[in-house]
């Protein structure tokens, strides 16, 4: 049986994953970090891949429908009880389908280790909305790449709102932070083999379906922000710059939605 017991106190020391929920504050947590991951579905996918619960949080009517198993799965750790009401007071939000799960970190690989076989990557350069985070890790699931890499700017992709967008496919997705930010990742990128094309305008842009892309047997998409784009010297130092033809004098995409079809198109080979 699972080791369930109903929150009658907010303030209990073992809420402080849930009461605190500053991803400062959980990223020192323990020894090594915890994060939460939202949604039974989500949840789930964290298991499966290897993730270790530290305890969950659970809206009572879920103890027995439709997130009955995650229960059962966590049996060794605690499980905390309460009303939908209690426990948005006690996070501050209201939970998306009654779950949070706590969570053990894991020691990132290197580069190196992550890169192993992959022919198609996405490189995010400096991306902070935690939203763009996640919706382009689950194009990168959905779209056959292998791998993301991040610059030491972005944001932390198991930060809980990337996660919950992402659909739990941050745990599925091989991925890792580069050494070094921007222009010299490039060159650690070509360093273990990869032509480089930065998703940019300018003079020299080509189209994502040039023939000479789709050509290049290990290719690494590189993604910027939002506001200001890739800088200068991350796409002067770049093999390709490449850019999704577009109708009605329209010049760009949200990030999330160009990384979609830009990855749809470079990796049709696996799709």
Not at 109 to 117: A, Q
Not at 170 to 196: C, K
Request: hydrophobic content about 40%; some cysteine; aromatic content about 6%.
């Amino acid at each position: 049986m699972p080791d369930i017991t109903e929150i009658t106190d907010l303030s209990l020391p073992e809420l402080r994953p849930y009461r605190e929920t500053s991803e400062a504050e959980l990223l020192r947590y323990g020894d090594s970090g915890i994060f939460i991951a939202e949604s039974p579905k989500v949840i789930r996918t964290a298991l499966a891949a290897g993730y270790r619960p530290v305890s969950l949080l659970m809206e009572k009517k879920y103890l027995t429908g439709q997130a009955a198993d995650i229960a059962e799965a966590c049996r060794d750790v605690p499980v905390y009880t309460a009303s939908g009401d209690v426990l948005t007071e006690l996070t501050g939000f209201r939970l998306t389908q009654g779950v949070l799960c706590a969570m053990h970190r894991r020691e990132l690989p290197s580069p190196e280790e992550v890169l192993r076989g992959a022919g198609r990557i996405a490189v995010l350069e400096d991306i902070m909305n935690q939203t763009n985070v996640g919706a382009v890790f689950r194009s990168a699931a959905a779209l056959g790449f292998d791998a993301v890499l991040l610059t030491p700017s972005c944001s932390d992709p198991l930060f809980r709102r990337s996660v919950r967008v992402s659909m739990g496919t941050v745990f599925q997705t091989p991925w890792t932070y580069l050494r070094s930010g921007s222009p010299d990742y490039v060159e650690e990128l070509r360093e273990l083999g990869f032509a480089t094309a930065a998703m940019a305008l300018r003079r020299d842009t080509v189209s994502i379906s040039d023939p000479a892309l789709r050509a290049e047997k290990k290719l690494a998409v590189i993604l910027g922000t939002e506001g200001t784009g890739l800088k200068d010297a991350s796409i002067s130092a770049c093999d390709y710059t490449i850019k999704i033809p577009m109708a009605n004098g329209v010049d760009s995409l949200n990030v999330a939605a160009a990384s979609a079809v830009a990855f749809w198109e470079l990796n049709k080979r696996k799709i």
